[in-house]
C-alpha cells in the first residue's frame, strides 16, 4: 500500500511539474505548482518527514504559491507580445537549456549510491531526537554557513525582482511634504513645561491675511 501510494504521487508530481514549464497561462502554472507542492509534501509524509511535509504546505503553498498566483493575476501580460518574443529569445534558452542538461547528465554520471543508503531510508532520528530536532541541528550546526549563504542570495534575488518591477507612474498621485509646508505655512514649535501638555489654547495658528473687500460699483448717473 505504501508502495502504491509512494508511486502514484510520484507520478503525479512528474507531470504537474511539466504542466508547469509547458503551461501557457501563467495562472494555470501557479496551479499546477501548488499541487506539485501538495503531492512532494505527500513524499515526505510517506517518508517520515512530517516536519518537512508541514513546512512544504504552509510556506510555500501558503504563502509563496498564493502570492505568485496574485502577481500573476494582477499584472497586465500581454500573451501576444510574449509570444512574439519567444522565437527571438528560443536559440539562446536552448543554449541555457543544454548547458543545464549537460551538467545533470554529468552529475548523474558522477553519483555514486552509498552502501549504506538502503540501511539508513526511513530509519529513525539519531539520538531518540523527534524529526524536527533532527532536522535543527542539522541546518544550524553543520550547514549554518550554506544556510545564511542562501539566505542572502535570496535577499538579493528580493531586491532585484523590486528594482526591476518598480515603475515611476506620472499619473500616480503622491505626497509633496515641501508643498504642503509652502501652502500651509511655517510650523512652529512649542516648549511647555514639564507635565503641563500641549492644550488647546497653546497652539500657535498662523493667521492667514484677510482677504481685500471686493471692489465697490460705481453707478453713473444718466443725462436727460
Known amino acids: 500500500m505504501i508502495a502504491l501510494a509512494f508511486y502514484l504521487f510520484a507520478f503525479i508530481l512528474i507531470a504537474s511539474a511539466t504542466m508547469v514549464v509547458t503551461s501557457r497561462n501563467p495562472v494555470h502554472s501557479v496551479l499546477y505548482l501548488i499541487l506539485a507542492f501538495f503531492n512532494a509534501a505527500a513524499l515526505f509524509l510517506i517518508a517520515g518527514a512530517e516536519f518537512l511535509a508541514m513546512i512544504l504546505v504552509i ?19 500581454d500573451f501576444t507580445q510574449l509570444r512574439e518574443g519567444f522565437q527571438r529569445y528560443a536559440p539562446f534558452g536552448a543554449v ?17 549510491f552509498s552502501t549504506d543508503a538502503a540501511d539508513l531510508r526511513l530509519s ?70 514639564l507635565g503641563q501638555g ?11 491675511p484677510e482677504p481685500p473687500p471686493p471692489p465697490q460699483k460705481i453707478e453713473h448717473g444718466g443725462h436727460h
Do not use: C, H
Not at 498564493?66 to 499584472?75: A, K, R
Not at 541555457?96 to 555514486?112: C, D, K, R, S, T
Not at 500641549?198 to 492667514?208: E, G, P, Q, S
Open 124 to 193: 529513525p532520528t539519531p539520538g531518540g531526537a523527534s524529526n524536527t530536532e533532527a532536522i535543527g541541528r542539522v541546518l544550524y550546526t553543520d550547514y549554518i554557513y550554506l544556510f545564511q549563504i542562501s539566505g542572502l542570495i535570496l535577499l538579493v534575488a528580493m531586491i532585484g525582482a523590486i528594482v526591476l518591477t518598480l515603475r515611476d507612474r506620472k499619473n500616480t498621485r503622491a505626497q509633496s511634504v515641501e508643498a504642503q509646508l509652502a501652502r500651509l505655512g511655517q510650523v512652529e514649535s512649542l516648549n511647555p513645561a
Open 59 to 77: 510556506v510555500y503553498v501558503g504563502a509563496v504559491a498564493v502570492l505568485f498566483l496574485f502577481v500573476v493575476m494582477m499584472l497586465d501580460i
Open 96 to 112: 541555457v537549456g543544454g548547458i543545464l542538461f549537460l551538467e545533470l547528465l554529468f552529475v548523474l554520471g558522477a553519483w555514486q
Open 198 to 208: 500641549v492644550a488647546t489654547a497653546d497652539i500657535l495658528r498662523r493667521k492667514l
